[in-house]
């Protein structure tokens, strides 16, 4: 009996990835279910599964029934097959297919708690389900019939239009704008009356040179006691950031937290047709782990962005469940890791003070290819803008010193310390524009294997933070 067993786990999928003396004790745990006739087994969102069912012999039927009970997206199972592993993971415990059990099929019965102490206890036993419910999203008869989980509590993804919808199918606003002489106050005046918080300026061209938000107007003219009758184009903001219509739309809230941006322009083939603010695009977003990068970014502390770090397994395991893509998955990661970075330079800068020279702080590594996985070490340089020799060492102290307390920040928060020493704490990848210059020439004049992996590791790098830019 236990060697039937046995052989039957040993040639299903994932079981035969267990450890022989774990599938000897799954083989005396097996309960076995046969069927004499056949039967509805399982109902599709209704049914509570127990565990799961391992064919040993007989035949499944799987499907879904459509609104006119009609069998949708059918599937023939047969001995070494698992059913149930998705339902229990991913489903809230409910049947995620119908079944029909054959007539004289054989099942073993592994209860729910022993597999979820299985897939707790070997890594590649559990990502076999998310990898296949992954697989099987792409098909969109099932990813049609697959309900969604029906609360933030238990999910933090939104509708899949989230990853699906382009930015040409969101209603986007009209562009507002007026000349760069205009003044302040009748500009004010004209984002009242036309109820926009966000008014564009144009040349003579007709190009778009600037933009005013209401941010703007509060920040640096009535906080600064700005006379409202100087031109316009002294207080704007700038540069103009752009999305595509053909781009999607998590693509536009990721391209807005990297730039710090609150409106993009939308332009189709080099014409600004709108724009889009970052509060509608979130808005329709309830549920969408981006909601939770802008909550990352409401972090008053170092310590709050460690617990929010501690959360993001929560949320790639649900967008993995969910069957995203996996491209899409690692840029989410890659904009969280990003903006706590960001927080921590910020928090940095306010406690040793205006940064004496133009600076940027670089990524590389997977950070840097926007490749983010959740493990991950710090990989990170500075550039800073050459100054007269007499203030070279004060500005130097101040980055090694800044670049220390950064370092620090983001180990205690997870992101280790890179082993290989490539951080901008170290004093070798911290220096003035004119010494990267020098090192990226001699790198390049050298044919040395360390200086090829110092050029390739320096050249695929994202400058995601800089204040005031070089």
Known sequence: MIEKRLTILKNT??????????????ADSLQEIRYNKETLAYRQ???????????????????FYDGQNNKRSVEIHH?????????????????????????????????????????SAYEDFFQYFTT?????????EFAHFFKKPPSFEESYIASEQLYSRKIEAVAYRDLISCKPDYPICDA???????????????????????????ITLRDRVIAQCIDAKQAIHTIMDNPIVTIATDAYVYEAILLMFRTKARYLVVEKN??????????RLLSEQAQSPLVFIQSVKLALNAQELKQKWEKVPLIITQLLGRGVHAEIVNQVITTIADTIAQKVIEEVISELGKPPAKFVYMVLGSEGRKEQTLKTDQDNAIIYEDKAN???ELVRSYFLEFAKRVSDKLNDIGFVYCEGGYMASNPKWTHSLSHWKRNYKSWMEESLPESAIKFSTFLIADTFMAMNKL
């Open 45 to 63: 969102e209704i049914t509570k599964m127990k565990g799961v069912d391992i064919i040993a012999e007989g035949e499944y039927e799987t499907f």
């Open 132 to 140: 296949d419910f992954g697989n099987r999203m792409q098909d969109e």
């Open 188 to 214: 004010a005046k004209l984002m009242a009356d036309k109820k926009v918080s966000c008014l564009f300026i144009k040349d003579d061209a007709q190009k778009i040179i600037g933009f005013v938000t209401d």
């Open 13 to 26: 999928t994932p079981f035969n990835l267990l450890p022989d003396d774990v599938l000897l004790s799954i």
């Open 79 to 119: 001995t070494g097959y698992c059913f149930g592993g998705i339902s229990v993971l991913l489903n809230r415990k409910k049947a995620l297919k119908s079944v029909i059990v054959k007539k004289g099929t054989l099942v073993y019965f592994l209860p729910r708690k022993d597999f979820r102490a299985l897939c």
């Open 270 to 279: 080099g014409e600004y047709l709108g724009f889009l603010s970052r509060n």
């Open 390 to 392: 007499e203030q070279r």
